[in-house]
């Protein structure tokens, strides 16, 4: 049973051991014409692959599309089937390309492939086909391109045209094309692209929050009566800081567009790569100041309410109670300030906040909560009314006025006042810390006289004996 045992791991460990072995990258030719498919192929042994992910993305190539074949080849009895998947790269430019190093993976195992140089020559001119007959040679001809009308367009998506100051304004810059064009448009260089495409509507006056996103993904929708699919390019929110107009720049994006041949044949390239370019429109958004308030230069900007909670309503003298102001809605939460503490009452003691925020950037919008915190304590006996003692002030650009926010709860601080426990809960120094040390026994008035008396004697003794030492120690 033991030896069955240790024979079962050593061929399971063979088994993991060729299927490691099993996987291998392989490039085509060093050197090809431009007119001609660049190729890496992954060889699988002995199962089909079912998910390959990791081909890469080539500068100065066009990433086509792939094939999947199978060899099977039969030593003695055994009996090995290989599959070859192959990514098919068509070149743009003649010159030299890196392939930089990369990992596939193929159904969850990882293959890396070293680098690569290869170089792309000029188009390789047809040979003629000579037939039995030498007076009637034949030549293929090359192949005939034709430009091919595209639906497709660059767009910056601005909704508002007027703001306030404060006000979020959402700015997403998207590219659509028809799903019928699909095929004759790729994305050319883009991460450098969009990086000088954002830096171009970049506003100064403004706080900004960037909508970050993973990766492109392809929205469908119809636009009339057509399906587009369309990508989102890049989205922010902006929070104008001055009454300073936006202003958004004319900005372009570089995209492959394919000639189609006019006669497609299997045996040569069927699309001609070129590059064009698409613009969006210059666009402006007109910020206004907030009308005269006293604090118009503080308030924050947005469409806000009021949620609120006490721990306990009805607390005793010098008992606590926990009450939490928060605010949410859509708007600068990072930058909102904290209510405003309008009365100060005496019978009550606050403390300053606790602040709590969460933020949610999604679907062009900025919203959340915020949440202040406060301990309060019970002083003296009443009833004492929050609106009273905070607010919190904001505009509301949809009405276009300044509103609110109130607390709506109370607070009852129950029982009779004990000045000692005020003194009691005060810090009177380290004086009183040794009153359980000392006695409690009371004291005659003519104590501190006798031991003032018997203090002399002693000295009277000690000074005595000095004396009858130092003639002593003369003599």
């Known amino acids: 049973m033991k030896k069955g045992l240790i024979l079962l791991g050593i061929l399971l460990l063979w088994a993991g051991t060729s299927w490691a072995q099993s996987l291998s990258i392989e490039y085509g030719p060093a050197s090809i014409p431009i007119d001609q ?43 090995t089937v290989v599959y070859t998947l192959t990514q098919r790269y068509a070149p743009l430019k003649e010159g030299e390309v890196t392939v930089k190093p990369f990992t596939l993976t193929v159904d969850g195992k990882t293959v890396t492939a070293k680098p690569y140089k290869l170089k792309v020559g000029p188009p390789q001119p047809v040979k003629p086909v000579t037939d039995t007959l030498p007076t009637a040679p034949l030549v293929a001809p090359a192949p005939e391109f034709v430009e091919v009308k ?46 000088e495409v954002v830096r171009q509507l970049k506003q100064r006056s403004v706080w900004e929050e960037v909508l970050e996103q993973q990766e492109i993904q392809p929205e469908k929708i119809k636009v009339g009566d057509k399906a587009f699919t369309r990508y989102k390019l890049h989205e922010a929110v902006l929070f104008p800081i001055t009454a300073q107009a936006l202003r958004f720049p004319v900005v372009q994006l570089q995209m492959v567009k394919y000639k189609v041949a006019k006669n497609p044949s299997l045996l040569t390239q069927n699309r001609l790569p070129e590059y064009k370019s698409y613009a969006t429109s210059a666009q402006t958004v007109e910020v206004r100041a907030l009308p005269p308030h006293p604090l118009r230069d503080q308030v924050p900007v947005g469409v806000f309410r009021l949620q609120e909670q006490l721990s306990r309503n009805t607390i005793s003298i ?13 708007g600068n939460i990072g930058n909102m300030p904290t209510p405003q503490t309008i009365w100060d009452s005496s019978g009550i003691e606050i403390y300053p906040p606790e602040v709590r925020q969460y933020v949610n950037a999604a679907n062009s919008k900025i919203s959340g909560t915020k949440t202040y915190r406060y301990f309060v304590v019970g002083r003296h006996p009443g009833e004492y009314p929050l609106r009273s003692i905070f607010q919190w002030v904001y505009f509301n650009p949809v009405t276009a006025r300044y509103d609110t926010l109130k607390p709506s709860m109370t607070i009852r601080v129950r029982g009779k006042e004990d000045q000692n426990a005020t003194i009691r809960s005060q810090d009177v120094g380290s004086f009183y810390d040794i009153i359980s040390d000392e006695s409690n026994q009371v004291a005659r008035l003519d104590q501190m006289q006798e031991a003032r008396r018997y203090s002399n004697i002693a000295l009277a003794v000690l000074l005595v004996v000095a004396l009858f030492i130092f003639i002593k120690k003369n003599s």
């Not at 497709?152 to 304004?169: C, I, M, R």
């Open 37 to 79: 498919y660049f190729t890496i192929s992954v060889k699988v042994s002995p199962t089909k692959p079912v998910k390959v992910e990791g081909f890469p993305e080539i500068e100065g190539l066009q990433k086509s599309t792939r094939q999947l074949s199978s060899s099977t080849y039969k030593t003695g009895q055994q009996i």
């Open 318 to 330: 010098n008992q606590n109670s926990v009450y939490q102001f928060r605010v949410e809605g859509e």
């Open 150 to 195: 595209e639906n497709a367009f660059l767009t910056l998506h601005v909704p508002k045209k007027q703001a306030y100051v404060g006000e979020s304004v959402p700015v997403s810059l998207w590219f659509y094309v028809a799903d019928t064009d699909l095929g004759l448009l790729d994305f050319y260089q883009f991460e450098t692209q969009i990086l």
